[in-house]
């Protein structure tokens, strides 16, 4: 029998957070060495707790959840995010149009199998998180990246995003609160957005996954909030505001001229049917999730775990000489600079294994987030300020002699 190979579409798929340097702090591990993973976005691995809210909800309904339920999601799941995203402003909603799935990764597959085909593009931020960029190609379509600016804030570049609308463009992408930047973006800047998605006729994805999880009195918009005119499908979830990544818990909602998706969301509706249903027992703990802000809210102010390990991180970085960095507003990501000519870093998979082999602390490539420069990493701010602390002095006395070769 011949080789089994992968399909063409596979060779541009990449997951760089689980890719190759998280298989060598793997094998590292397995050696016995005890490595600092900062490599994906998982309280649940640094000791955040299950909220008791969630616990009691689950446990009391959970004979609701044996049989397949509704392909859209529970009815009583669904009503408490339909109330969760009227308060956020999304304009002409209700509970049939939310289809709540195994994480938003499950969903944003849903999303773009029904839209995208061969010859099709689709706007995605770069920096990005790479399920986007990865899903598109899945559906045979091309990504085309937008150039989101270090220089304002991590902010999307408009003009950039103009240049590269084609008569192919279908969709533009917003990741807001973004991962890895930590960016959010002001109502001047969606509003921008949204002119372009009109001016072109583009669907809009939203995916506000760390809505809930804003910091320093900044204010978090809903895109959809701003366009009633437009289609725009937000993408939302449990996994990190409380702090349940593995429940794989996440939901999509459509909004605004839901008119002009008719065809589209019937699509949507087919995939969903496919899978029969997400995972019912997850489901249960939406409603008392989004009745309990209070204990993501705590977490996130002066004295709270996400506040307190961000300041004890960027405190050290900002001693470290050749790394500059936009302190995020949001979630518990900062996406830093290199001075690669002080540092000849000509590859950025090479500096991050250079770095782990050295001090035994993985954090992820630029690359690994669509960004064409060897220049930035990602560093996941969730180990304890301690912990955080000396992991950016592990940084700071690998960069004080590193130079590439
Ligand atoms: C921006 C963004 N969207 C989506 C996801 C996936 O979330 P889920 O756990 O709901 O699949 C992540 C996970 O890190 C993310 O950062």
């Known amino acids: 029998m011949n080789m089994i190979q992968k399909s063409e579409k596979m060779k541009r798929v990449h997951s760089d957070i689980r890719g190759p340097v998280f298989e060598e702090a793997n094998r590292m591990r397995k050696n ?189 918009t809903s895109l959809g909030s701003l366009c009633p005119d437009l289609f725009c499908v937000t993408f939302n979830g449990l996994s990190k505001s409380h702090i349940v990544c593995g429940f794989r818990c996440g939901w999509m909602i459509i909004s605004g001229n839901k008119e002009v998706g008719k065809e589209y969301v019937a699509g949507i509706q087919q995939i969903a049917a496919m899978r029969l249903c997400a995972n019912a027992i997850m489901q249960l703990a939406i409603p008392a999730a989004l009745g309990d802000p209070e204990s993501t809210e705590a977490m996130l102010v002066p004295g709270g775990r996400l506040y307190e390990q961000r300041e004890a991180c960027c405190r050290v970085l900002d001693t470290v000489e050749g790394v500059t960095y936009v302190k995020n507003h949001a979630a518990f990501y900062i996406f830093p600079k290199l001075d690669i000519k002080r540092f000849n870093i000509h590859d950025d998979q090479q500096f991050a294994f250079d770095f782990l082999h050295e001090k035994h602390v993985m954090i992820i490539p630029g690359r690994g987030f669509s960004w064409p420069e060897p220049d930035h990493f990602r560093i996941v701010m969730l180990p304890e300020p301690d912990k955080m602390a000396a992991a950016m002095t592990a940084l700071k006395e690998f960069l004080a002699d590193y130079r590439q070769k």
């Open 32 to 220: 016995g060495i005890d490595v600092l993973r900062l490599n994906t976005g998982n309280p649940g691995v640094f000791g955040f707790g299950l909220p008791e809210s969630l616990r009691a909800s689950i446990l009391d309904h959970i004979d609701e959840a044996v049989p397949y339920c509704d392909l859209r999601g529970m009815p009583a799941a669904r009503q408490a995010i339909y109330e969760y995203h009227l308060t956020k402003g999304l304009p002409n909603i209700n509970a049939e149009d939310i289809f709540i799935g195994n994480g938003v990764s499950e969903l944003v597959t849903m999303a773009l199998l029904p839209l995208l085909g061969p010859g099709d593009e689709m706007l995605i931020p770069s920096p990005d998180y790479s399920l986007w960029t990865n899903s598109v190609h899945l559906c045979g379509a091309t990504p085309v990246h937008y150039v989101c600016d270090e220089q304002s804030c991590w902010y999307p570049d408009l003009d950039d995003i103009r240049s590269k609308i084609t008569p192919k463009t279908k969709a533009l992408l917003v990741i807001n609160p973004n991962n890895p930047t930590g960016a959010v973006y002001p109502e001047e800047i969606l509003l921008q957005l949204a002119d372009i998605a009109r001016e072109h006729n583009l669907v809009l994805f939203s995916d506000e996954i760390y809505d809930r999880l804003v910091m320093d009195g900044v204010k978090h």
